[in-house]
């Protein structure tokens, strides 16, 4: 008997399509495809404005697209309700970093690590924007970011609380910064940043101003205090790399060439830019000929130069790695992913772990070795924090315990695919996992269980009218109702040939008896 089919409520299908349409688009931007995936996105936060997740998401397709300005704002849209969001309060950083604003990113930096301690991005991020202030205020032709000393973004947080026409008023003479030791020092230290600084400090003595509240619930004041606090920290990092004094300072013409270790920071951070935008372009010789080139770099550097030179290096094999993926050379691959594996377990690195768990199960599950995937698979799912990258690991796995022919792990998998698909609203992957449980439960000869399972993806299908699962689907259920009729036919032929069986015995014993009287 067919289930009764499911009411879908308005919200229900505004949800369903969003999550759909997001889905969507993460799996664009797996493959790089940044444009498209940014599409999605956008119509996804045109039919759900308050989306979050969607924000960060179309964020990080911006800044792949290098707008990064839209990246900050999109940022900031997704933190509008919950301040304390941490992939929102990263994507602001990461935003900022991009735009050049680095003391700031370095804020945003430090108050995600103190949200949550175990995302390794936070340490990773604070590094690189402290490597960019040192190298920014070490030499002027050394980093270039768009904005250089642009404080529009302090403006915009401001707001309504100071106008902006004030702010901009305010000239060199009015400000007044706090005196300290070696002033001439700092000053010469920090470049075009201590003007910055002077400024930031006059605000800072602004009563009504440092009571304000920024739109994403910061007092001003402590903002404020972060950034000063992030230029001192510099200067005083700075003058421990090469100390000046006040005599040097005053014969030097020029600014002191930034450290070594900061010219590789720096050189890092270019060049991991240049490998994603290679892998984006599909340009995968590039981006091996430049990963080799930072792997003999990083291999150079001492612990001081570069304190996660380890989480660094894993990445730079899984870069590798999925560069031979795309050259379909899978065993060089699957060796660059095993390294990335051992060290990352080797220092202690979750997310990389998790990351190379999951590339080597994909290279096991493409060679038809789908016991050695299921084994890194299962492994990974400890690790994994994010709902939609649990279902489709559950649901990958699935399928790979139907292709050994074991249904009913498959099924299993599925089911728990489908509970955490459902958990966050995604009936996208609702309409994958149902398919594999439903065709768990046609292997398992479960053939009504079965029928009932491709009607509800058939509904889910025809809510994401989607053609080519619609007519997958039908035939799928179209051979479970053969199966159902055939199963019945024959339970209907069994029971009557049961019930003539019977007649006969009763036919023979009724004979028998007159017999037996007699």
């Known amino acids: 008997m067919a289930s009764k089919k499911k009411h879908y409520t308005e919200e229900d299908i505004l949800k369903s399509k969003t999550s759909a349409l997001r889905a969507d688009g993460e799996w664009k931007y797996r493959k790089r495809n940044y444009k498209q995936a940014l599409n999605s996105f956008t119509a996804a936060i045109e039919l759900s404005p308050k989306e979050k997740r969607c924000f960060v ?42 735009m050049g604003e680095f003391e700031f990113a370095l804020v945003f930096y430090r108050r995600g690590l103190k949200l949550r301690p175990q995302m390794v991005g936070w340490r990773l991020g604070i590094h690189k924007a402290e490597e960019a202030i040192i190298g920014s205020v070490g030499s002027s032709s050394f980093i270039k970011p768009e904005v250089m000393g642009d404080l529009t973004y302090l403006e915009e947080e401001i707001g309504r609380k100071q106008p902006i026409a004030v702010v901009q008023n305010l000239t060199k003479k009015d400000r007044s910064p706090v005196a300290m030791k070696y ?16 400024f930031l400090e006059k605000l800072l003595k602004d009563e009504d101003l440092i009571k304000g509240v920024t739109k994403n619930g910061e007092r001003m004041g402590d903002l404020l205090k972060n950034c000063i606090t992030s230029l001192n920290h510099c200067a005083d990092f700075w003058s ?34 240049e490998i994603s935008r290679s892998l984006a372009a599909g340009n995968t010789k590039a981006s091996l000929c430049k990963t080799e080139d930072v792997i003999k770099t990083v291999q150079g550097l001492t612990d001081q130069d570069c304190p996660i030179k380890e989480e660094i290096m894993c990445f730079l094999h899984s870069c590798m790695g999925h560069a031979y993926f795309d050259l379909g050379e899978l065993d060089k691959a699957m060796e660059y992913h095993e390294n990335d594996l051992n060290l990352s377990r080797q220092c202690d690195v979750p997310d990389a772990t998790s990351r190379a768990l999951a590339n080597i199960g994909c290279i096991y599950a493409e060679t038809k070795q789908f016991e050695k995937a299921i084994e890194f698979w299962e492994e990974r799912i400890p690790y994994i924090h994010e709902g939609l990258e ?23 998998y599925g089911l728990r695919s489908i509970a955490v698909a459902e958990e966050m609203f995604d009936d996208m992957w609702q309409l994958r996992a149902t398919v594999l449980v439903g065709q768990s439960e046609l292997k398992l000869g479960n053939f009504e269980s ?21 007519n997958a689907i039908q035939k799928a259920l179209d051979e479970a109702k053969e199966q159902l009729q055939n199963q019945q036919q024959s339970s209907e032929n069994e029971e009557h040939e049961e019930n003539e069986e019977e007649e006969e015995e009763k036919e023979e014993d009724a004979n028998e008896k007159p017999e037996t009287l007699e």
Request: proline letters at 6%.
């Open 57 to 98: 998401s179309r964020s990080k397709c911006y800044i792949q697209l290098g707008q990064f300005r839209n990246a900050l704002i999109d940022a900031e849209a997704s933190l509008a309700e919950d301040p304390l969001f941490p992939e929102g309060v990263y994507q602001k950083a990461e935003a900022l970093y991009y």
């Open 183 to 198: 002033e001439r020092t700092t000053r010469h230290l920090l470049g075009g940043f201590y003007e910055h600084k002077g």
């Open 240 to 273: 421990q790399e090469k100390p000046i004094s006040p005599k040097e300072t005053s014969r030097q013409s020029k600014p002191p060439k930034p450290s070594l270790n900061t010219r590789k920071a720096q050189y890092l951070i270019k060049s991991f830019d």
């Open 390 to 412: 649990n279902t489709w690991m559950l649901h990958e796995i699935g399928c790979c315990y139907l292709e050994l022919n074991d249904p009913k792990k498959a099924r299993d």
């Open 450 to 470: 079965s029928v009932s399972l491709f009607e509800k993806a058939l509904n889910l299908a025809e809510l994401e009218n989607d053609g080519m699962a619609l």
